[in-house]
């Protein structure tokens, strides 16, 4: 069976792929900066290594013996102080080069890389513009890489989708923006399965898949949507105009210790569509996702018994 390395463990998506990839058998190990918060995984089975995808020895020392690595990062979110000062972005491009030196000198081929719908080289805004290159970078590094786009995840834990619950529960919602971006979605197991299928699957080798179910819904019909599911009205919504959290991006990147650009980065975003055609994908794994509905409502159940 093989051994395989997830970068990103401690987060959203990285527990979820963890915890599935043990259940499958898989031996699983994890690169951490902190091994505490990944003592359930540890419990669980999962080797951890504790350290960063900007400390070059510990990507080395993570990747040894392995073979095949997933990365599911999220450099928008705090980093270490050492890196306080570098765009968001560049921690991220910084971390990747380390991980392919190290696949490279460990002879690992297999790398899976999970990005978001709406990467494109024109984008308005400086995430997706820098996840193309990182993209590109990782798509011509002579590796076998497949990269993977979803867009809304529905779970638990998800930053989004705890906004939309939340919302989705109040009589008053404070939505970011207009509300009527559009978005595609998918259900955190549906995303899980995607990853782990296209695992040993040569004809994924060097594609990008974005993923999703069939429904697409702006951000009012995702909360709206989601207050039908578990049982609430709609909520009435006030909506903040991105202007001003941008204008206030400075500040809330230093109380927040984000790093430099990342909230401006992240809020240019939000105004966008992210719809995608998950139809490549399908034709490659044929297991049909779950809809928002149904999405919302098994998350809704997880939810109640925390």
Not at 8 to 13: E, H, M, N, T, Y
Not at 19 to 30: E, F, K, P, T
Not at 139 to 163: A, C, K, R
């Amino acid at each position: 069976m093989k051994k395989i390395l997830v970068i990103g463990a401690s987060g959203f998506v990285g527990r979820y792929l963890t915890r599935q990839l043990l259940a499958d058998g898989y031996q699983v190990r994890c690169l951490a900066r902190n091994p505490d918060k990944v003592k359930d995984l540890a419990e669980s089975g999962c080797e951890v290594v504790q350290g960063d995808i900007t400390d070059k020895a510990s990507v080395q020392q993570a990747l040894e013996s392995i073979d095949a690595v997933y990365v599911s990062i999220h450099t928008l979110a705090p980093q270490h102080s050492s890196t306080a000062e570098q765009g968001f972005m560049d921690i991220e491009m910084n971390g990747l080069q380390n991980i392919v030196e190290g696949c490279q000198r460990h002879q690992v081929r297999r790398l899976i890389y999970v990005t978001s719908l709406g990467i494109s080289a024109h984008s308005k805004d400086a995430w997706t513009r820098g996840r193309w290159k990182a993209q590109q970078y990782l798509l011509n590094s002579d590796l076998d890489v497949t990269i993977i786009q979803p867009g809304m995840i529905v779970g638990i834990g998800g930053q989004g989708f705890n906004m939309v619950l939340a919302n989705a529960q109040k009589n008053l919602a404070f939505v970011i923006g207009s509300g009527q971006n559009k978005h595609r979605s998918i259900a955190i197991d549906d995303l899980v399965y995607n990853l782990i299928g296209v695992l040993n699957e040569p004809k994924a080798f060097g594609q990008c898949y974005e993923v999703g179910n069939d429904d697409v819904l702006t951000s009012d019909q995702l909360i709206d949507t989601a207050a039908e599911v578990i049982g609430h009205s709609h909520p009435r919504k006030i909506h903040i105009p991105l202007a001003l959290l941008r204008f206030a991006a400075p500040l809330i990147e230093r109380m927040a210790k984000s790093p430099k650009g990342a909230i401006k980065g992240a809020l240019d975003g939000l105004g966008e569509d992210m719809i995608g055609n998950p139809s490549a994908i399908r034709a490659l794994l044929a297991r049909k996702p779950l809809s928002y509905k149904e999405a919302v409502s098994r998350a809704f159940e997880v939810y109640k018994q925390q």
